[in-house]
């Protein structure tokens, strides 16, 4: 303790344990002193080493170890060395003399340490409080100096004082070139006014809540910034000028700007869509009235069943269209690679669009190099490359106009160009028509149909063979061509070519007992008619438990099941078909509108033989359950 005693005189006495420890000491030692000394002194001067004890105790140990230090020290004294030793030296009233001297010079010294003490502890604080003001300002200031934000003072006038680090990045003026200047040398034109009501506000001592608002920087470059700006005040309270903290907020504001394109998009996109759907609609119920009333005319039969087939057929495309879109965003689209040969992708799409380019009188020219070119793709979703850039160049382009499809091998790749005669696309539309619901001209579009997603899609599937894309034209109404570079697959034998389309399927013998369960009647009651039409044996039911009622009453060698059924789901009723002895063999194929893998994978666990996406083909479905029937009787007849 009295290690760490201070040299200089302490603003604070040592605890009172130690200071009375210490004032003894200091009193033992005063003693010893006048006893070494005595045999010159004698009687004389017993007290005289005393005041130096004292003095030394009011310094460590503050006043109390003090007057310990002068009671111990004179009664020791008077003990040891007055009169005869061992008496007390108190020898009648001329004793008091050297008594009270001794207790006056003692408290004049104790007093002179408290006072002196008190001076010293003013000074420490002193000195503390201005060692703890500098660390404070070099903290504040190094918070500036390195803070991202813009932080910058100002006078009342309006003149910049202070420029930090921050402020150099976010305006581009060093501090140099800032301070001094005018605080309008970053306010643009038509927001000085808001500087001098913020002046205004800020000279009656009044806080300035922190605001949105743009400034300028050196290069001329716009920013946001949120700004908060507070009065500074001298030592007497009074504003003599004005801080500023200015935040960078251009990011949020793109973003926010972005979140509000989106959103328009997506309701136009909406719009769109709604048109879009409601569009097939009228044609087909016109024919529909057209084949009520044909009366066995067979022309308008036709002409009724054709409007209708392509109407549908238009529905069905958009709606796959949007369920591919979606799979997209999601990343759940996956390719069913192969090894394809290019000429065949080409043709099938030619003929998808073939009906659509003979309306509007047309032409499509074909020119694909004299060698095969096999590639590494999935055939459908190639041909829905192809087919979608066909379809686009046959809508944008006025009748009788000519489309071109030409393929080129070009070292790895192959160059498959698209090129129409049509309404062209301009300079600064092509940087977005590959974007999500990019539609270049709506009202013009809408009375062409579609709904800016065709680009989007056959872009992202055309890079997910490895390929790129691109658009050119030469300006609105000069014709426009797609470039698609696809990477080849080196040449093998043809013969392990994969089918593109799916292989004939022989249907099977005519007459087979099929369940058909949908709780939408319509769609029951028409595909059992159809199925009925096509010389088969039909029930229906229209939900869970009536089906599996029926298929145990009827004993269907196929049931074309919906999945979400009331009273029991799809995937519950074939569960339960599954688990009877005469329900294993049945052909039961899930006909729903969910057509993501999980849910097909779903079918499978549940016992599905197949699992098709409404809207349904029927060709197709009859040539399915025809193979699929085949072959059930094939391993049934093996076993
Ligand atoms: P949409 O369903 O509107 O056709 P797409 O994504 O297929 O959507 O096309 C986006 C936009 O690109 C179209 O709205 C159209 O303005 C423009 N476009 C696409 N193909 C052509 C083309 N061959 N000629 C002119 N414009 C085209």
């Not at 499978?604 to 399915?624: N, S």
């Amino acid at each position: 303790m009295a290690g760490s005693m201070p040299l200089h005189l302490p603003g604070r006495p040592v605890s009172s344990g130690t200071g009375f420890l210490l004032a003894v000491v200091f009193t033992a030692v005063a003693i010893a002193a006048r006893w070494i000394v005595d045999p010159w002194l004698g009687d004389q001067s017993a007290l005289i080493t005393l005041p130096a004890a004292v003095a030394a105790a009011a310094w460590v140990g503050g006043w109390p170890a003090a007057v310990l230090a002068a009671i111990v020290g004179y009664v020791a004294c008077a003990y040891l060395f007055i009169g005869p030793s061992g008496g007390f030296g108190f020898y009648g009233i001329a004793g008091l003399f050297p008594m009270a001297a001794y207790a006056v010079s003692c408290v004049v010294i104790i007093s002179l340490a408290e006072a002196l003490r008190g001076l010293a502890a003013r000074h420490e604080r002193a000195l503390l409080d201005r060692k703890r003001a500098g660390a404070t300002r070099a903290l504040l200031a190094s918070i500036v100096a390195t803070s991202d934000d813009a932080i910058v003072s100002k006078t009342l006038d309006g003149v910049i004082q202070s420029w930090n680090a921050g402020a150099e990045r976010l305006f581009g003026y060093t501090a140099a070139e800032a301070i001094g200047q005018p605080i309008t040398l970053i306010i643009p034109q038509e927001r000085r006014q808001e500087e001098l009501s913020i002046l205004e506000r800020l000279r009656r001592g009044e806080r300035v809540d922190p605001f949105e608002t743009v400034r300028v920087a050196k290069d001329g470059r716009r920013v946001d910034v949120s700004l908060t700006i507070s009065p500074v005040r001298d030592d007497e309270g009074k504003v003599v000028g004005a801080s500023k903290i200015a935040r960078d907020i251009s990011d949020r504001k793109h973003a926010e700007q972005a979140l509000r394109d989106a959103d328009r998009r997506k309701n136009e996109f909406l719009a769109t869509l709604a048109h879009e759907l409601r569009n097939p609609l009228a044609p087909i119920r016109n024919s529909l009235e057209i084949i009520k009333r044909a009366d066995g005319d067979r022309d308008l039969l036709r002409q009724g069943r054709d409007a209708i087939e392509r109407q549908v057929g238009h529905m069905v495309r958009l709606v796959d269209d949007l369920l591919d879109v979606s799979r997209i965003t999601r990343d759940q689209l996956e390719l069913r690679r192969t090894r394809v040969e290019l000429a065949s992708v080409v043709h099938q799409a030619v003929e998808t669009c073939r009906p659509l380019a003979e309306r509007e009188n047309q032409t499509i020219g074909l020119r694909l190099p004299g060698e095969p070119v096999y590639l590494d793709a999935d055939p459908v979703r190639l041909a829905q490359v192809f087919s979608n850039l066909l379809d686009n160049a046959c809508k944008y382009t006025p009748p009788g106009g000519s489309i071109w499809l030409t393929a080129e091998a070009l070292g790895d790749d192959v160059v498959v160009s698209v090129k129409d005669s049509g309404i062209g696309i301009s300079p600064e539309e092509l940087g977005s028509i590959f974007d999500m619901f990019a539609r270049v001209d709506t009202t013009l579009e809408r009375s062409r149909g579609g709904m800016g997603i065709g680009l989007t899609l056959v872009k992202r599937l055309v890079e997910m063979h490895g390929g790129t894309i691109e658009a050119h034209s030469e300006g609105a109404g000069l014709g426009s061509e797609f470039f698609v570079r696809l990477p080849v697959r080196t040449a093998e034998p043809a013969a392990r070519e994969e089918p593109v389309a799916a292989a004939d399927i022989e249907p099977g013998p005519a007459r087979r007992r099929v369940l058909v369960v949908d709780d939408n009647v319509d769609s029951a009651d028409s595909l059992a008619t159809l199925m009925r039409l096509s010389g088969h044996e039909t029930r229906i039911a229209y939900d869970g438990e009536e089906a599996l009622a029926a298929a145990e009453e009827f004993r269907p060698e196929a049931i074309l099941l919906d999945i979400g059924l009331p009273k029991l789901h799809g995937f519950g009723v074939c569960r339960r078909v599954r688990a009877t002895p005469w329900g294993e063999d049945i052909v039961m194929v899930a006909l729903t509108g969910w057509g993501q893998d999980e849910d097909r994978q779903r079918s499978k666990e549940a016992g599905f033989d197949r699992h098709i996406v409404k809207p349904v083909d029927y060709q197709a479905l009859t040539e399915l359950l025809g193979s699929l029937l085949a072959e059930k009787e094939g391993r049934t007849a093996s076993n």
